[in-house]
């Protein structure tokens, strides 16, 4: 598992913007756990949710388009076997 430095490195050389120029916005934390957090894990924190967001919505279009293969084969496979 990376370190918050090792991880500020590498977003660096990947051209996102420091760690400590990044906006948090607290009003999205509701987690009594969260009152404890340092500023770096704040950051850090704030930087996993916005990856597990884009996760979720990569995930829900894929099962979307899974949805949509299967159900122009299920209208196929209904045609071939005269409407049943």
């Known amino acids: 598992m990376y370190t918050c430095v090792r991880c500020m490195l590498i977003h660096k050389k990947k051209g996102f913007q420091a760690m400590s120029t990044v906006d948090v916005h ?5 987690t009594n756990w969260r009152d404890f957090v340092e500023d770096v894990e704040l950051q850090r924190l704030a930087l996993l949710d ?7 919505q990569i ?3 894929s099962i ?6 299967m159900r122009r084969a299920i209208k196929r496979k209904r045609r071939a076997n005269g409407g049943k």
């Open 50 to 56: 916005a990856r597990i967001e884009r996760q979720k």
């Open 26 to 30: 607290v009003e999205q934390i509701d």
């Open 59 to 61: 995930l829900s279009d």
């Open 64 to 69: 979307e388009d899974r949805q949509l293969i």
